[in-house]
Nanobody, 126 residues
Framework: QVRLVESGGGLVQPGGSLRLSCAASSGSILRINSMAWYRQAPEKQRELVAA????????????VKGRFTIARDKVNYTVSLQTFYLQMYSLKPEDTAVYYC??????????????WGQGTQVTVSS
């Protein structure tokens, strides 16, 4: 069983920045090939924000390109804990959403897997 815990959300003014973290843990050695950040705003569908592979290929939604950066700890298949990040700059009110991390089922086509965190709220408002 894999557990995902997001953190780092909060209230920030437009133009501000936040860094989200996702701690992925398991009772055994954890092998994650690719993972992603999704977000869901009120009354909207969940959407992909950014994704990363174990060799650092990345993919971003057009709306966040140049403002958000996805990253991960150095790949280590001998441990049961890995952490992923989403650095967000130049935040806009439309970035307001609950942000979730997900271990992807496959990269191409990009397909979410079964494991989701509980989400962390990001609110961009003056």
């Amino acid at each position: 069983q894999v557990r995902l815990v997001e953190s780092g959300g909060g209230l920030v003014q437009p133009g501000g920045s936040l860094r989200l973290s996702c701690a992925a843990s398991s009772g055994s050695i954890l092998r994650i090939n690719s993972m992603a950040w999704y977000r869901q705003a009120p009354e909207k569908q969940r959407e992909l924000v950014a994704a990363i592979t174990n060799n650092d290929l990345t993919q971003y939604a057009d709306s966040v390109k140049g403002r958000f950066t996805i990253a991960r700890d150095k790949v280590n298949y001998t441990v049961s804990l890995q952490t992923f990040y989403l650095q967000m700059y130049s935040l806009k009110p439309e970035d307001t959403a609950v942000y979730y991390c997900n271990i992807l089922r496959q990269w191409s086509p990009l397909t979410p897997g079964d494991y989701w965190g509980q989400g962390t709220q990001v609110t961009v408002s003056s």
